[in-house]
T-cell receptor, first 114, second 118 residues
Framework: GNSVTQMEGPVTLSEEAFLTINCTYT??????LFWYVQYPGEGLQLLLK?????DKGSNKGFEATYRKETTSFHLEKGSVQVSDSAVYFC?????????????FGTGTLLAVQP | GAVVSQHPSWVICKSGTSVKIECRSL??????MFWYRQFPKQSLMLMAT?????????EQGVEKDKFLINHASLTLSTLTVTSAHPEDSSFYIC??????????????FGQGTRLTVV
């Protein structure tokens, strides 16, 4: 069946460091891919998405490119801030761009230190 | 953006008791809501799809008699863990879809409920 694997955390970085959180997937067909972020005490929020191969999703300085050849959707940010500290979830969906039924990774805790 | 409120944020209960978790869409109506759970070190897994005015649809391996879902209104779905046991201790989170689900609709998530059964 479909699955998502993302790197285990926690990831601890200093402010302004470069961030990469790896995410790979296994799926039949052509899934859509998502990154969600959960700040402390809040719900999961959609950070970015890509619905087909080679698409790049971007938001708030974060980027991820849908790589079909490597079945990956790694999250990157050039310069992290303390406010980026959160848990990040990679996810896929078989339902086009919809986020109705999602298959998630385990989540990666990012801690950014001043 | 749309807001989904989940209550309680955390709960501790004794083994054998039942626990109810509420999921409310505060500023939109949701025909469909989803319930997920996450065991330690594992992925968030979809448990069931909650449909307003009809029976929930459960994913394979989820006991429908243990995890009772009620979606009696367009803004509220409840998940009741009946006769809870320590192995039910988990993080439960809901999501809600404004209007009818479609190819490009976005679901909005609650903040989750940490259940600990002692």
């Amino acid at each position: 069946g479909n699955s998502v694997t993302q790197m285990e955390g926690p990831v601890t970085l200093s402010e302004e460091a470069f961030l990469t959180i790896n995410c790979t997937y296994t799926a039949t067909g052509y899934p859509s891919l998502f990154w969600y972020v959960q700040y402390p005490g809040e719900g999961l929020q959609l950070l970015l998405k890509a619905t087909k191969a080679d698409d790049k999703g971007s938001n708030k300085g974060f980027e991820a490119t849908y790589r079909k050849e490597t079945t990956s959707f790694h999250l990157e940010k050039g310069s992290v801030q303390v406010s980026d500290s959160a848990v990040y979830f990679c996810a896929l969906s078989d339902y086009g761009g919809a986020t109705n039924k999602l298959i998630f990774g385990t989540g990666t805790l990012l801690a950014v230190q001043p | 953006g749309a807001v989904v409120s989940q209550h309680p944020s955390w709960v501790i209960c004794k083994s054998g008791t039942s626990v109810k978790i509420e999921c409310r869409s505060l500023d939109f109506q949701a025909t469909t809501m989803f319930w997920y759970r996450q065991f330690p070190k594992q992925s968030l897994m979809l448990m069931a799809t909650s449909n307003e005015g009809s029976k929930a649809t459960y994913e394979q391996g989820v006991e429908k008699d243990k995890f009772l879902i009620n979606h009696a209104s367009l803004t509220l779905s409840t998940l009741t863990v009946t006769s809870a046991h320590p192995e039910d201790s988990s993080f439960y989170i809901c999501s809600a879809v404004p209007g009818a689900p479609g190819v490009n609709t976005e679901a909005f998530f609650g903040q989750g409920t940490r259940l600990t059964v002692v």
